[in-house]
């Protein structure tokens, strides 16, 4: 924790910081603090962040939501790329991780697979996305967003015309959840790639 912190102290007031990548360090709600400079200094500027595999409780993301907010709900980021993937932080992490989608109107290519999220975190999450119009590539594999988060998925994706990849496998969507995601994407032009596996 103390390297990562004077590792991150030592960066944070590079002004042409616009990528931080910390995937793969076991993290948790430590880790963020003592990473917390480097993403409070670049809060504005940063395009890209990718949090993969750091072992992330809802706690964590709520610390990574607030950092970003700090305390202003209406303020907006210029994040194009949000990867969270592979941690722990089950519906919590998704309510927290939504509050902070919301506020990311540029987001392009948005990642949160693997984190135990279920359908209240999903249901939040997917309501977030319909903030983000300009989304490219979606990745909400393996989590359990059930009925719910499937009919708040379809209805933000709708408003995603630029959508190319669209992953909801292994997500528990439920017969009707896939008939609405279906009829979701019907009219969309710019789907390539649909992941509907394990459902």
Do not use: W
């Not at 993290?27 to 072992?55: D, F, M, Q, V």
């Not at 249901?123 to 990745?139: M, N, P």
């Not at 379809?154 to 669209?166: E, F, G, T």
């Amino acid at each position: 924790l103390k390297s990562l912190e004077l590792v991150c102290n030592a960066l944070s007031n590079v002004k042409t910081l616009r990528k931080v990548n910390l995937s793969d360090n076991a993290l948790g709600a430590k880790g963020i603090h003592a990473c917390s400079s480097i993403l409070k200094k670049n809060r504005n500027t940063l395009t890209e962040l990718y949090l993969e595999n750091n072992g992330l409780s809802a706690e964590a993301c709520r610390d990574i939501a607030d950092i970003f907010l700090q305390g202003n709900s209406n303020s907006s980021l210029n994040l194009k790329v949000l990867h969270f993937y592979n941690n722990m932080s089950g519906d919590g992490g998704g309510e927290h991780v939504a509050r902070l989608v919301k506020q990311c109107p540029n987001l392009e290519d948005f990642r949160l697979a693997s984190t135990r999220c279920l359908e209240k975190g999903g249901t939040a999450l997917g309501k977030a996305l319909g903030f983000c119009t300009k989304l490219k590539d979606l990745d909400l594999s393996d989590n359990a967003f059930n009925l719910e988060g499937a009919k708040a998925v379809a209805s933000s994706i709708q408003n995603m015309p630029k959508l190319r990849v669209l992953n909801l496998a292994d997500l528990s969507l439920t017969c009707e959840g896939t008939i609405e995601v279906c009829r979701a994407i019907r009219g969309q032009d710019a789907i390539e790639e649909l992941y509907l596996s394990f459902n």
